[in-house]
């Protein structure tokens, strides 16, 4: 993998990072626009077990829904990334988070 597409994974997922540590409910749009801008994006939390059940969260609408209570909630863990490993094949990246 080329050093500059590690590079654009580490940014954008630091970009993440930082939304969810300023939770600043007035730039959630911004925030958004780290999401493909299509209905088939998933995000997945931790305490996911199967598709469309706790924690699994499809579509642009409601992922938006979750982010923003998540930071309207001060009581929710923040997003953080201790240690990251980024796996590419072709045009797929696959970020695996350690913690």
Known sequence: MQTNT???IRS???KFQD???ARE??????FMQLFA???EIEMIGIGAAKRAATEW???QSR???IVGNDWLCVWMWMAVVLF???YSLGEVSDPLLLA
């Open 37 to 39: 801008p299509n209905d």
């Open 57 to 59: 969260f499809e579509g």
């Open 84 to 86: 990251l490993v980024i």
């Open 63 to 65: 992922i938006r829904e």
């Open 6 to 8: 590690q590079d654009e």
């Open 12 to 14: 954008t997922l630091q």
């Open 19 to 21: 939304g969810y540590t």
């Open 25 to 30: 409910v007035g730039r959630l749009d911004d």
